[in-house]
């Protein structure tokens, strides 16, 4: 595998549907949409499990969310990071899921996030992805942090 993120011959997923949301690789046509789900939330994603610390959401204009969808789609076809919309039965944007490389070899970093509205499936897109990463993906590990039954039930 060397430095790349995934193996060449690896066929990275264009997408999941598991009946209850769907994951579509996230484009710089969901910049509106992408935009007014995070937006709405910031509090509560600032306190979804793996944000807590992590420096965004941060108050940005509507370009600026477009310059940054524009660089997660050039990562995700450079294969250096893959993130993904999380899309309801109406084709709106929900939430988000981030998969980069951390600092050690075969390893990923995975975020997710829904919008607050939606809270009841930050827990269901937890399980989800927690299990085609590890079904799917080629990564000898990640780190995914957990949902717990209190954080759940406060949501």
């Known amino acids: 595998m060397g430095d790349a ?8 997923p264009d997408g999941y549907d598991n009946g209850k949301f769907r994951l579509i690789p996230l484009r710089p046509e969901h910049n509106d949409r992408d935009y007014r789900a ?3 939330s910031m509090e509560h994603i600032r306190h979804t499990p793996g944000f807590e610390s992590y420096s965004w ?3 940005m204009t509507i370009h600026e969310n ?7 789609t050039a990562d995700f076809h450079a294969r ?3 993130t993904y919309s ?3 039965e109406d084709d709106d944007v929900i939430g988000c899921v981030y998969i980069y490389p951390s600092d050690r070899p075969f390893h990923a970093i995975v975020r997710s996030w829904v919008r607050e509205d939606h ?6 897109l937890y399980d989800t992805i927690d ?17 717990s039954q209190s954080y759940a039930s406060i949501r």
């Open 38 to 40: 995070w937006t709405t």
């Open 66 to 72: 477009m310059n940054d969808l524009v660089q997660h």
């Open 119 to 124: 809270a009841h499936l930050d827990a269901p």
């Open 131 to 147: 299990s085609w990463l590890r079904l799917t993906w080629p990564f000898a590990d990640f780190s995914y942090a957990p949902r």
């Open 57 to 59: 959401p941060v108050s």
């Open 86 to 88: 999380v899309m309801d």
């Open 5 to 12: 993120f995934v193996p060449a011959d690896f066929e990275v």
């Open 80 to 82: 250096t990071g893959f």
